[in-house]
């Protein structure tokens, strides 16, 4: 039926106006229009993708360092925190802080920044470092923006990324830093400033050994979803 409706219009112009119009251009819109109506009408049908998280992605020597911010509301109040672990998993360290009203995108950068200072001061020179925010990752690789709001806390980042030391910067998921996550929720509903952590803290220790087991992840999209879709999510545990 649209393809009907756009050589009516295509032998309107050229009756009336004596326009010409390509019959690539007449295809161009044709299938627009079907693919729009196909967008509309057509049942989505969800793609199944499978995806395995892991507390570490990567391989290697060195000490790990998880980072986060989690809030209350967004703008609210609002927290980060980090821990460092051995390449086995094991608690070596952990900070947290509250923040006060602020918003995610100044805890994810402090919750950086504050995890590389601490692994710097204890001696580390390889460090690998991951954080479930993409935005934060593309400033920091990024040349820095001097009008940008945190543009200090960004030349403080990079200022310890250039140090005589080893820094590998990945992004995981969230299911994959869920022991930093109970301790950002922990710290964004104290009233308590930066506070060091050396000891495992209790509620979290069982956490700590469960994310030592790598875990699949099943994911369905919405095959024809214009926007970026929402996700259904299944997990299973599967043995490192």
Do not use: Q
């Not at 993708?49 to 360092?65: A, E, P, T």
């Not at 609210?76 to 995108?105: C, K, P, Q, T, V």
């Not at 601490?118 to 954080?131: D, N």
């Not at 979290?204 to 369905?220: C, Q």
């Amino acid at each position: 039926m649209h393809i009907n409706w756009w050589l009516w219009r295509v032998r309107n112009r050229l009756c009336m106006s004596n326009e010409f119009v390509s019959p690539f251009s007449i295809w161009m819109c044709t299938d627009n229009y079907a693919n729009l109506l196909a967008k509309c009408f057509i049942k989505h049908h969800p793609v199944p993708l499978m995806r395995v998280i892991k507390w570490k992605d990567k391989s290697g020597n060195g000490m790990v360092l998880n980072v986060g911010g989690s809030s209350l509301d967004n703008p609210g109040i609002f927290g980060f925190r980090g821990l460092l672990r051995n390449m086995d998993g094991a608690w070596i360290h952990g900070f947290a802080e509250n923040i006060g009203f602020s918003n995610i995108l100044h805890a994810e950068l402090l919750t950086i920044y504050h995890g590389l200072r601490m692994a710097w001061e204890f001696g580390i020179l390889e460090l690998w470092c991951y954080s479930d925010s993409k935005t934060v990752i593309k400033l920091i690789f990024e040349p820095v923006n001097t009008w940008h709001h945190y543009a200090t806390i960004i030349y403080n980042i990079k200022e310890l990324f250039a140090r005589d030391w080893h820094v590998h910067m990945h992004h995981t998921l969230r299911e994959g830093n869920a022991c930093v996550n109970y301790l950002a929720k922990l710290r964004a509903g104290s009233h308590e400033t930066y506070r060091s952590i050396a000891t495992t803290p209790t509620g979290i220790s069982l956490l700590v050994d469960a994310s030592r087991i790598s875990f699949s992840i099943l994911l369905f999209f919405s095959f024809f979803s214009p926007i970026l879709p929402k996700k259904k999510m299944h997990i299973n545990y599967l043995k490192k």
